[in-house]
């Protein structure tokens, strides 16, 4: 095995790592702000490789790196007409004991004098900042790792300068090769004697910013001469360029051909364009969209991750992605043959792209995720508000107990979930050629 390619999976995992740490920090930070005790601060799941107690909090790190938490008493409200801290030893119904003994469970957890600090007695908006921090704070890294790679690195674009694989010959469209033959006759940029790396900036006096700027300037023109504003060497010239018409393919459908456009005969170069800071919000607004509108298809989107596994169709490149396949992209990334530049631009991209998804799916309203706290300290404010109109008396706080099975229930499909893609991830992963 190619050593780049563990070095890549362990660079992932890393970044993993941070992110997930950085996460949970987003809900230790504000709990304490708000005076709730925090016993634990945990990043990764198992048992613990290490750990250190400051103050009242444990700090540690676990073995397995594929997720974190905290540990905040008093998540659970008693049962009322119960006081906090006080036990009840009778239930009825299995699912009525299963809520029971979990808010003994959380009961548990409560010293006398921390009557205060309990997580469901803080008011609503400070549940919701809490348990919104850690979706906060991905976004905030997905920010920060997509304003390195727009506009410390770039993206991707082609540039109107001459690449050295331009052809010297005019080849009809009609014939399939990609070598010039004896009797070709030279294109108009030969003919000018343009050279690899010549930069175009001006087209019969109308500037040249991009390359689309040229092709549609070259294509409109049609045949005949103009004047062809270059730099070479960092010095400005000017080429006197006869153009030819040709047929060529369609800009927006390749498959339709636009008969006797203008044709100078360059390819362009490929080149990484910075962005300002104004085009990462675009940019990362649009890919907020896209990862979106995935999570609300994501059941559809798993279906095809079964087919994937379990009869070897074709991975989405839209679907979804564990942990495993990103790291394994990871190190595809590092062993590829691509430039340091780009391995760099992609790997960035691969861990913002991973701190949105997380982010965005853990605001996903339902229990055990962030999403389903947010929610129901939402819905507690919205009840108190409404008290305070109507003057009646202040509403019990949200009581998210009493959804425990519906959330047990999530979780076991969530793990499920994360199994799958595990599986699939391993025999049949997604890869970046395809």
């Keep these: 095995m190619n050593w780049l390619y563990v070095v890549g999976i362990i660079l992932f995992l890393l970044g993993l790592m941070v992110s997930i740490a950085l996460h949970e920090l987003g809900h230790l930070v504000p709990a304490k702000i708000f005076g709730v005790r925090v016993t634990q601060y945990m990043v990764g799941f198992g048992s613990t490789a290490w750990s250190r107690r400051k103050g009242e909090?444990?700090?540690?790190?676990?073995?397995?790196?594929?997720?974190?938490?905290?540990?905040?008493?008093?998540?659970?409200?008693?049962?009322?007409?119960?006081?906090?801290?006080?036990?009840?030893?009778?239930?009825?119904?299995?699912?009525?004991?299963?809520?029971?003994?979990?808010?003994?469970?959380?009961?548990?957890?409560?010293?006398?004098?921390?009557?205060?600090?309990?997580?469901?007695?803080?008011?609503?908006?400070?549940?919701?900042?809490?348990?919104?921090?850690?979706p906060a704070m991905n976004f905030v890294l997905a920010f920060v790792f997509f304003s390195i790679l727009l506009v410390g690195i770039g993206l991707p674009a082609w540039a109107p300068i001459v690449s050295p694989e331009t052809h010297t010959c005019v080849i009809p469209i009609s014939e399939q090769r990609a070598q010039c033959a004896p009797n070709d006759r030279l294109t108009p940029a030969a003919q000018a004697g343009m050279k690899p790396g010549d930069h175009m900036v001006s087209f019969?006096?109308?500037?040249?910013?991009?390359?689309?700027?040229?092709?549609?300037?070259?294509?409109?023109?049609?045949?005949?001469?103009?004047?062809?504003?270059?730099?070479?060497?960092?010095?400005?010239?000017?080429?006197d360029v006869t153009l030819i018409a040709q047929d060529r393919p369609n800009l927006e459908d390749p498959e339709k051909i636009?008969?006797?456009?203008?044709?100078?005969?360059?390819?362009?170069?490929?080149?990484?364009?910075?962005?300002?800071?104004?085009?990462?919000?675009?940019?990362?607004g649009e890919l907020t969209a896209r990862v979106a509108g995935s999570l609300l298809n994501l059941p559809e989107k798993m279906v095809g991750v079964w087919h994937a596994?379990?009869?070897?169709?074709?991975?989405?490149?839209?679907?979804?992605?564990?942990v495993v396949g990103a790291g394994r992209m990871g190190g595809e990334i590092l062993a590829s043959d691509l430039s340091t530049e780009k391995k760099i631009a992609i790997f960035v991209n691969l861990l913002a792209g991973f701190n949105l998804a997380i982010g965005l799916f853990n605001l996903i309203p339902l229990l055990p995720l962030?999403?389903?706290?947010?929610?129901?300290?939402?819905?507690?404010?919205?009840?108190?508000?409404?008290?305070?109109?109507?003057?009646?008396?202040?509403?019990?706080?949200?009581?998210?107990?009493?959804?425990?099975?519906?959330?047990?229930?999530?979780?076991?499909?969530?793990?499920?979930?994360?199994g799958l893609l595990v599986y699939a991830d391993l025999v049949n992963p997604l890869t970046l050629t395809n």
């Design 309 to 322: 596994a379990f009869s070897g169709d074709e991975r989405d490149p839209e679907g979804p992605v564990g």
């Design 57 to 134: 909090t444990e700090y540690g790190i676990k073995w397995i790196p594929f997720g974190g938490y905290i540990r905040m008493i008093g998540m659970l409200p008693p049962r009322p007409g119960d006081e906090p801290g006080k036990l009840r030893s009778t239930a009825t119904g299995p699912w009525q004991g299963l809520i029971e003994s979990a808010r003994d469970a959380a009961q548990e957890e409560v010293r006398p004098g921390d009557e205060d600090r309990v997580f469901y007695r803080k008011k609503w908006w400070q549940k919701v900042i809490i348990m919104s921090g850690g």
């Design 204 to 239: 019969d006096g109308q500037k040249i910013g991009s390359w689309d700027d040229a092709t549609r300037l070259i294509r409109s023109h049609g045949a005949g001469p103009v004047k062809l504003g270059i730099e070479r060497d960092g010095k400005p010239m000017t080429l």
């Design 370 to 418: 962030d999403g389903g706290h947010v929610a129901g300290g939402l819905w507690e404010g919205i009840k108190r508000a409404y008290a305070r109109v109507m003057k009646r008396p202040e509403p019990a706080y949200v009581d998210i107990a009493k959804v425990l099975p519906l959330t047990y229930a999530l979780a076991i499909v969530m793990m499920i979930m994360a």
């Design 258 to 284: 636009d008969k006797n456009v203008g044709f100078l005969g360059v390819l362009p170069t490929e080149v990484m364009e910075k962005q300002s800071l104004g085009q990462v919000v675009g940019y990362m």
